[in-house]
């Protein structure tokens, strides 16, 4: 009987060993991204861009099997750091993606920056996440909203020869950061911004304010919305007739991911981003092939951004010999590598933000055509990054 009980507790230990080895072998992702509200597609798109690179090396990166934990963040900054205390404290997650709206990406920052944890933001573009509150181990794949925003004020200014401009969008720190950037861009080129419209978030009632902007009469508007929020402002601009008279200019996010249901209204619109709907490139058209194959939609901006953050967490985990905890080879890694993204291959700039071409684009039918490169190889400022 002594004997019995001795070899059942050597099985045991065993078993518990094993399991732990196990779960010791995971790298535990945490994604914090809407599922639900204005920017839910968004949300899911990141998501499936994430798992389609992971699935295409066989569940592993750097030799470590991936495991997901999932927070609806609601798009609310009032709920963000409960939600990021979530994944850190109760999933102890070893890397967090997200997110979309930028006043929930800051919480995120503060939250990866005060306990080490491995962010990488697949969407928001924040100018201080990779500007005042950049770290070491904290990342972006997406963009700056100075960077996507900026070129299509160069472009309507020296381009387009618009003179006068009106902005409008959310007002909130995407929004607000966008639209003065584009303010930077048109007014360097010589052009000027007579006024900045604002709603708050998430409101959808535009009325008053295309009525403003009919009296005004610029010769452009900048919008910046994204999600369920582009599709209601581009169809009420389209409705109030301002297109005909007062072209509509947009960072990409006007009309990415939204022109299945903007239709008409959308046709036209110019706006500069990282992406475009067929570039053209192999690499391209491989990735568009296998995510429509995947997930029976074609991708958007959104799921290019997920997909390469994922590519960045590999370049990281491969360098580290899978152990995130060696970080200064797991961040120097990334900070070397060029990744072979579908949008073009990109860098990261000391302060951790892609630096890549910003595409001219035009709405054509169902896409957002590539007109040209508006201005190659952007990098964004970083304004206030000490690291």
């Keep these: ?62 030799g470590r099997e991936i495991e997901f934990f999932k927070v609806d963040d609601e798009s609310d ?22 997110t979309v709206h930028s006043g929930v990406a800051m919480a995120m920052a503060r939250a990866a920056k005060e306990s080490g944890t491995v962010l990488i933001v697949p969407n928001a ?31 309507a200014a020296r381009q387009e020869g618009k003179k006068t401009a009106m902005t409008i969008t959310w007002k909130y720190a995407a929004g607000e950061e966008m639209t003065n950037a584009f303010k930077e861009g048109f007014e360097k080129e010589g052009g000027k911004v007579s006024k900045q419209l604002t709603v ?29 929020g582009a599709v209601k402002f581009v169809k009420d601009y389209h409705a109030a007739g301002l297109h005909k008279t007062i072209p509509l200019y947009g960072s990409g996010f006007l ?13 036209g619109v110019l706006t500069t981003l990282h992406y475009a709907d067929e ?24 799921a290019v951004q997920g997909y390469d953050a994922a590519q960045m967490l590999g370049v990281g985990l491969k360098a580290a010999g899978g152990d995130i905890a060696k970080k200064a080879e797991f961040r120097q890694a990334i900070e070397k590598a060029t990744i072979p993204s579908p949008r ?30 508006a201005i190659k190889a952007l990098g964004d400022t970083g304004r206030g990054c000490r690291m």
């Design 1 to 62: 009987m002594n004997t019995d009980r001795k070899h059942w507790a050597v099985l045991a230990l065993t078993a518990s060993l094993s399991c732990g080895a196990y779960a010791q072998d995971r790298i535990k992702v945490g994604f914090m991204l809407p599922y639900s509200g204005t920017y839910a597609a968004l949300g899911s798109a990141i998501e499936n861009g994430f798992r389609m690179f992971v699935n295409e090396q066989g569940g592993r990166l750097g």
């Design 77 to 98: 900054p009032a709920k963000a750091t409960d939600n990021v205390n979530r994944l850190i404290k109760r999933d102890k997650v070893d890397v967090l993606v997200g």
């Design 125 to 155: 573009g924040a100018d201080a996440v990779t500007g005042a509150m950049c770290a070491p181990n904290i990342f972006r794949s997406s963009f700056s909203n100075w960077q996507s925003s900026y070129p299509m004020g160069v472009v």
């Design 200 to 228: 708050p978030f998430p409101n959808v009632e535009f009325q008053a304010l295309l009525t403003e902007i009919a009296a005004a009469r610029p010769d452009a508007v900048f919008a910046f919305f994204a999600g369920a």
């Design 255 to 267: 009309t990415d991911g939204t022109l299945e249901a903007q239709g008409e209204a959308a046709q």
């Design 279 to 302: 570039l053209g490139t192999e690499r391209d058209r491989r990735f568009r092939s296998a995510y429509a194959q995947a997930y029976k939609l074609m991708p958007d901006v959104y």
């Design 344 to 373: 073009g291959d990109f860098t990261i700039s000391k302060s951790h933000n892609p630096v890549q071409d910003m595409y001219l684009r035009k709405v054509v039918g169902k896409e957002n055509q590539r007109m040209g490169v």
